[in-house]
Each structure stands twice: as C-alpha cells, then as structure tokens.
C-alpha cells in the first residue's frame, strides 16, 4: 500500500537543516511590538475602544523596550542546565526556575514611563499608582497567579502590567541563552525554554526561515518550528482550516481544529512583513468574535488582555 504523506511531513523531510529556534533579539523585541500596536491603533480604530486600549499597550511596551535595556539577569548555569536536559524540562521554565527580584525593578521603570506618557487614560495612571504602592510580596502573589492561568486571583487592570516585566525578565534571559541550552521537548505545543503556552503562531518569510511556521511564546518571545497545517494545542493533522474576516487584514487567519475545536491566530510574513504575533492578535479581536460564534475557543489568551472569569 502507499503511504501518503500530509503537506507538514512531507515539509518536515524537505526541511532537514531547518531553523528550529528563534529566539527574541533583545534589541528591538519590544519596539517592535511598539510600532505594530501604534500602527494597528491608528489603523480605522481610533476613538473605538479597541484602538485606546492598542495605544496604552504601545505605551507599555516602548516602556518595556526601556525596562529590557536596564536589565542584566543572571543566566542558569552549567548544573542547572544538564539537569533541566535530564528531566526534559525547559531551562528557565516557569514553574523550575526561581524568578529573581529583578524583575520588579523592571516593573517599576515600566509604571514610571508609563505614566510619564501625556495625556495618558485615567484608569492607566491609577493602575500604575497603584503598582508602584504596594508590597514587593502582593507583586509576587499576583505575578505568580499569572503565570499560573488563575484568572479569579488576579486584578484584570494590572494584569497586563505585571505581565510585562515579566515578559521583560523572561526575555531577558531567552535573549542571552545559547541554543544549545534549550532542547526539544516532549510536549510540541509549549515553549522549550521557558514552558508557556504560545500566543499564536507566525510563517516567516525571511531566507532562513522562508515559508516556516513557527509558535511564539507569550511570555519570552521565543519562536520554535512546527510544521504546518497541524494543531498546536492536540497536534493532530487532520480536520484544520483556516477562517479569516472577509475584506478583513491581510496577513492573518484563524487555524481551527475539528478534533479539539480550538484555534489559534496564525500570520503570514509574506502578506505582511510587519506582522507581530502579539500584537496582530489583539488587535484582531474581530476575528475571535466570528469564531466564538462558529464554536471554536482560544487555546490560550493574549498576555496584554486578561479576561477575568
Ligand atoms: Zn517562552
Ligand atoms: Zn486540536
């Protein structure tokens, strides 16, 4: 009998030297982001509450671009990562590794220049006021019941905030590795260096990675290859389709999976080399409405969009 292969395996064998791993260029991480999220909040949704909201999370992350420049994290060493290859575990995963205090002082240059910002939302400084007054402990506390996923322990203002200078430390630590410290994991659909879930997922068109896909991180911007047409939260190749909003952006879709019926947004570079996986994300809300009424769920949520529930 012949074996057919699906269009991901036949990619995975005509991609042998392929780049498995791109990990976020510390640079210009943020900025980047920036500039997408301006661009996008000035994209027909000024003055709707969407392009605000895409405006403040420009704010936050040109503060965050700040926040990474002024921080120097110590990176595990040797031992720790021969013993995060033994347990198959990511070298500074979530759970594994013990965050350090740092990251509150990134927390605090990003409420500083956010509220620096003219003309800044009322609801934004009182937020960073608040931040900047309470117990480096309630910081822990909150920022722990993030990473955790529990929604009902966490202020829905704040969120993205907290959220941020974590993204800040964990980006500083993905950005200085070495790509041998981060191996494959048994688990395909969570991030090798850090274990979180990926916001969405991105084709590059660049001539390293022409025409790969590869998952994003939501928490350290990591990006790391799977093959396409297949589902990054069950895995399976078969019952995927792609929906996106008619006359809608170019350069984004939604990948729907029939056997878990879950999506996740997917980007094409070379639709739009400006796409940002964060940031095209939120601001396709649109598109998540039109899947929610088709029955499908988020597989994940957007870090800079906490929905409390
Ligand atoms: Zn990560
Ligand atoms: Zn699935």
Redesign the pocket.
Known sequence: MQRILDPGQIEAFAQRDLQRLRLPDRARVFSTRAARLRQQSEAGAIGHAIGEYLKLMAHLADAQQIALTNLESALPDAEQIAHARTFHMPPVSVVGWRRKEQWLRSLDLICESVAAVPDLPQQASAVCDLLRNLESDQLEAQADSLLAAQTSAVDAASAPFIMAALQVYWVSLASRLSLDAIQELDVPGVCPTCGTLPVASVVRADSRSQGLRYLHCALCATEWHMVRVK?S????TQGISYQSIENGPRGIRAEC?D????YRKILYQEEDSAVEPVADDLASLALDLLLSDAGYHRASSNPLLWNPS
């Open positions: 589902c939260h069950c895995q399976t999976c056997t878990c019926h879950t």
